[in-house]
C-alpha cells in the first residue's frame, strides 16, 4: 500500500465504529515504517477520509485497496 492509493475499510465494523460512512473511499496520503531493523517490517498507513480527520498510523490489513479514479 501506497501514498495515492484509494481504500475502504476491508473490516464495516471499524468504520461504523469510527463514524465514517461504510462504504466511503479514503485516500492513503502517508506512509510509515515502524521497524525498520525487523527482517519483516510492518507499515502503518494514514488514511483520509472526507469530512474526517486523517486516521494516523492505521495498520493496512484494516483497508483494501480500491481502484484509482480520476
Given at each position: 500500500?501506497a ?18 460512512w ?28 472526507e ?20
Amino acid at each position: 500500500m501506497a501514498a495515492g492509493d484509494r481504500v475502504v475499510f476491508a473490516r464495516l465494523d471499524l468504520a461504523e465504529t469510527l463514524g465514517i460512512w461504510r462504504h466511503a473511499t479514503g485516500l492513503v496520503v502517508g506512509t510509515h515504517d515502524e521497524t525498520p531493523s525487523a527482517p519483516e517490517a510492518r507499515i502503518t498507513v494514514d488514511v483520509k477520509f472526507e469530512g474526517h480527520e486523517t486516521l494516523l498510523r492505521y495498520l493496512p490489513d484494516l483497508f483494501e485497496r480500491r481502484e484509482n479514479r480520476p
